[in-house]
């Protein structure tokens, strides 16, 4: 089965209803429209084949799903990835809510109580290549003769 390719940037923000729909499709790889209207809609009349259809429409215009070659029925697959997604609304958060510095953002995450020790140790670690990153930056290896 042929793969749609995947496009790091969703051209716009999705709905609760197309995200439904991404969540099954990053889950399974890809689906038909019935398959994802069984998903989606357990035991549901034909009126959700058309809602499904029309939500893959929505994602299709916003470059977030594509058709992938296969044998009828067609099939429908993710252009573009959950990570991408997240990246997106996080930049609406922090463009909205923290005048575009991540500062605030990632000072909250520190402080949350929910956080287990691991997940602080993983925060750390991104600190750490990020430090790691901005060294190699500003002190790049001179060139070998």
Request: charged share 25%; proline share 6%; glycine share 4%.
């Amino acid at each position: 089965m042929s793969r749609a390719k995947t496009d790091s940037r969703p051209r716009a923000d999705v709905t609760d209803a197309e995200l439904a729909v991404l969540q099954v499709l990053w889950d399974r790889g890809a689906a038909t429209v019935r398959e994802l209207a069984d998903a989606l809609y357990p035991g549901g009349d034909p009126s959700h084949y058309g809602t499904v259809q029309k939500l893959l429409q929505r994602l299709q215009a916003k470059r977030c799903v594509s058709r992938i070659a296969r044998s009828s029925p067609i099939g429908f697959a993710a252009c573009v990835t959950r990570e991408s997604l997240v990246d997106l609304r996080l930049r609406q958060v922090v463009d909205q809510l923290c005048a575009g510095s991540l500062t605030p953002l990632l000072s909250h995450l520190s402080r949350r109580n929910e956080l287990t020790p691991a997940e602080r140790r993983e925060l750390e670690g991104f600190v750490q290549v990020l430090q790691q990153r901005e060294r190699t930056t500003a002190n790049p290896r001179p060139a070998k003769p």
